[in-house]
């Protein structure tokens, strides 16, 4: 079955930096879209940034700049480098996989079950 594990989150000071990886496993990795989505209290998930199977990248407006998605096929891992960290980036922020979700601008099949992320000021 799919599983999608995100790490990596924690407590930053306003200005740093964070990685977070999304170790996946159950399903053909290199042929899946993958991507990244936060949600903070009550708001919507919301997209960060996604990669296509065929490494087309796009990024929310405010991470524009500040964070980079990347994907690692051989290892079957995703990771959302954070830089220059802001109290507003605070939210879980969740894996998210399927096929072609990317390319058709729908949403993620299949979620992890999220990491905090946390900045202060």
């Known amino acids: 079955q799919v599983q999608l594990v995100e790490s990596g989150g924690g407590l930053v000071q306003a200005g740093g930096s964070l990685r977070l990886p999304c170790a996946a496993s159950?399903?053909?990795?290199?042929?899946?879209?993958m991507g990244w989505y936060h949600q903070a209290p009550g708001k919507q998930r919301e997209l960060v940034a996604s990669i296509s199977s065929g490494g087309t990248t796009n990024y929310a407006g405010s991470v524009k700049g500040r964070f980079t998605i990347s994907r690692d096929n051989a290892k079957n891992t995703m990771y959302l480098h954070m830089n220059s960290l802001k109290p507003e980036d605070t939210a879980v922020y969740y894996c998210?996989?399927?096929?072609?979700?990317?390319?058709?601008?729908?949403?993620?099949?299949?979620w992890g079950q999220g990491t905090q992320v946390t900045v202060s000021s």
């Open positions: 998210g996989t399927g096929i072609n979700w990317v390319v058709v601008r729908g949403l993620p099949r299949y």
């Open positions: 159950g399903f053909t990795f290199s042929i899946y879209d």
